[in-house]
Structure formats: structure tokens, C-alpha cells
């Protein structure tokens, strides 16, 4: 049995144990910020048009809408 991180999880631990340590620190992280930052945007279609279509993504400048907003 392995008891140590594997590889892909590292980056995902450290972040939560910084969350936590801010948390603790009571330094002012927002719930809908932490959300954002786990499970990403959820913007489908951006009331502005892309304005770089032929380098951006249309998901992320729908994510560049939301995180504006």
C-alpha cells in the first residue's frame, strides 16, 4: 500500500492546505472564490463577443466574463 502523494495530487493538496492556512490566518477568502478556483466557470454563452476568437477559447472568455463579474 502506498501512503504518500501521488504526483498528480501534489499541486491539489497544496492548494487546499493554503486555503486552510489563510482560513486559519483569518484572512478574507470568499466560499464563491474557493468554488470558482475547484470546479471552474460555469458561463456557457458570454453576453460580450469574443474579442480574440483566433487565440481564445470561447469557454475561456466565458470564464474571463464571470471571473470580471
Known sequence: MVRSLLEKDKLLFSFLLCIKILQNEKKVIDAAEIR??????TATSP???NPAPEWLSDKSWANIIELSN
Open 47 to 49: 453576453d460580450i463577443p
Open 36 to 41: 470558482y478556483l475547484m470546479v471552474g466557470g
